[in-house]
């Protein structure tokens, strides 16, 4: 997600590598951290791939440079926003670096195939916790601090539904008997 994050911001214009760091810990920073040990890595297997293009800024001073994204990298960041990993769609963190670039695609069809797909995985009933195959709904718990995972889970899931909904043009769903909607997947847990 981290060559995702990087491509995206290129493809919004040409970065030099401090400002490129600035923005991808200011999207990923808050639930995992962008170290140099990482991000400068990745920026040179994408250049090495011919995905972007590294070129000196003699206005910035010595060591300085540009990073700008090329035509094939542009091609790649395109195909990993119309077909995400299932772990991408699946996890919140890295479907939320998805969202981030996911206007970059032109074809609203394939927008909304990757939001149908997020929300496919959340209508699937799931839990933390389970007895036997069955997925416990948070009035099934009597932990407070595991009923309280699964609440908030589950407001949380309810909002991202609603907005996957809206976004999509769709009518929200409808409710039990009890007038609520029912369990469905909590968002997965980011990944370490």
């Known amino acids: ?16 590598g401090h400002e490129l760091r600035r923005r991808v810990s200011q999207l990923t920073g808050y639930t995992r951290p962008v170290s140099d040990g990482s991000l400068y890595p990745a920026i040179n297997r994408l250049t090495k791939a011919g995905l972007i293009e590294r070129r000196a800024d003699p206005a910035a001073g010595a ?73 416990l709904r948070a009035e099934e718990i009597t932990d407070p601090y595991r009923r309280g995972m699964l609440l908030t889970a589950r407001a949380t899931s309810r909002a991202e539904r609603t907005w996957l909904r809206e976004a999509l043009g769709e009518e929200p769903p409808a409710f039990d008997t009890a007038g609520t909607e029912s369990d469905r997947r909590p968002p997965a847990a980011p990944a370490s």
């Open 1 to 16: 997600m981290l060559e995702l994050a990087i491509l995206g911001f290129l493809a919004e214009a040409p970065l030099p």
């Open 63 to 135: 060591a300085r440079y540009v990073l700008s994204l090329t035509a094939a990298g542009r091609a790649d960041m395109l195909q990993r926003l119309r077909e995400p990993a299932d772990h991408e769609i699946t996890d919140f963190t890295r479907f939320y670096i998805v969202l981030a670039f996911l206007s970059h695609l032109p074809d609203v069809t394939e927008q909304h195939a990757v939001l149908r797909r997020r929300l496919e995985f959340l209508e699937e009933p799931a839990s933390f916790f389970y007895d036997k195959d069955r997925p």
